[in-house]
């Protein structure tokens, strides 16, 4: 079954710390996985896909195939950094699979 | 711009009530969803529709239904309201021919009573 792990409910860091975001997932196939972020009171929008192999904001992701893990990662934490932060694996039809979700949160 | 409007952003129904949640999208995606959030649950598929008057089930199916009469427009149906359905509703559609990336709307906020 397809599935997505965040273990982490909350993360919290002081700004500049280094940050990292676990996701784990499980899936039979060659999965697509994305980062989604909400900000309060702001609609969820995507911050990054794996194929893109882009960095948004100072993230980045990489996809470990072998260790089923694409943990979203940040040299130095800001305080806008803080949001809700979902992992996501698209299944059939394109739908998208969540996870649980972690929120960061970054103190000054 | 891509936009994804759900005209309600908060309701308040009492249990037993027949409740509409509207989305409407105006970038002409073939594809929309319904998701509920939760805390500590993330956000789980309860609807999808590829394509006019087509729908699948999602993950969590039981207690609602859908209608997609017209290709922007995408209703959930709560035929009787329980308080175990208050929960934040996303509306979200995605251009499927231009990768998987979805689009969400604002969300409404439901409360049974």
């Known amino acids: 079954a397809q599935r997505v792990t965040q273990p982490e409910k909350l993360l919290s860091v002081f700004k500049g710390a280094p940050v990292e975001l676990k996701c784990n997932y499980s899936y039979s196939g060659s999965p697509e996985l994305f980062w989604y972020v909400q900000y309060s009171r702001q609609r969820l929008q995507l911050l990054l896909r794996?194929?893109s192999r882009e960095s948004i904001k100072g993230f980045t992701a990489d996809l470990n195939k072998g260790e089923t893990s694409f943990h979203l990662k940040k040299p130095f934490a800001q305080e806008e950094d803080s949001a809700m932060y979902y992992c996501a694996i698209s299944g059939g039809y394109n739908k998208l699979i969540f996870g649980a979700g972690t929120r960061l949160a970054v103190h000054p | 711009d891509v936009k994804v409007t759900q005209s309600s952003r908060y309701l308040v129904k009492r249990t037993g009530e027949k409740v509409f949640l509207e989305c409407v999208q105006d970038?002409?995606?073939?594809?929309m969803f319904w998701y509920r959030q939760d805390p500590g649950l993330g956000l789980r598929l309860i609807y999808f529709s590829y394509d006019v008057k087509m729908k699948e089930k999602g993950d969590i199916p039981e207690g609602y239904s859908v209608s997609r009469e017209k290709k922007e427009r995408f209703s959930l149906i709560l035929e009787s309201a329980s308080t175990n359905q208050t929960s934040m509703y996303l509306c979200?559609?995605?251009?499927?021919?231009?990768?998987?990336?979805?689009?969400f709307g604002e969300g409404s906020w439901l409360t049974v009573v």
């Open positions: 794996h194929i």
């Open positions: 970038m002409d995606h073939e594809n």
């Open positions: 979200a559609s995605q251009d499927r021919n231009s990768g998987n990336t979805i689009y």
